[in-house]
């Protein structure tokens, strides 16, 4: 596959960002039929705020990646640890 002409990181970052954003639309209307959905298009959020939604996204996609597999061990044993201390 090839990658189109002037693709930028940036673009690829909006792309996920739309697409997460496309889905908590969907999840919201199946959660809430009734009600009018809190959620908007990445173009309809101030600059400002698309460029955190943005971050958000690059952050859940890094921390899924291999290179936190350690971190990733880490937190799973602790969520391990505290739910067996609730119970």
């Given at each position: 596959?090839?990658r189109p ?8 970052l909006e ?18 039929p009734?009600?009018p ?11 400002n ?5 943005m971050a958000g996204v ?6 899924a990646?291999?290179d936190?597999?350690?971190?990733f061990a880490a937190?799973v044993a602790k969520?391990e ?7």
């Amino acid at each position: 596959m090839t990658r189109p002409v002037n693709v930028t990181n940036r673009q690829r970052l909006e792309f996920a960002a739309a697409g997460f954003l496309a889905e908590m639309r969907k999840q919201w209307a199946k959660l809430h039929p009734e009600d009018p959905c809190p959620v908007k298009n990445l173009s309809d959020y101030p600059e400002n705020e698309r460029s955190a939604l943005m971050a958000g996204v690059q952050k859940a996609v890094q921390y899924a990646g291999p290179d936190t597999d350690n971190a990733f061990a880490a937190w799973v044993a602790k969520r391990e640890e505290d739910g067996s201390r609730a119970t």
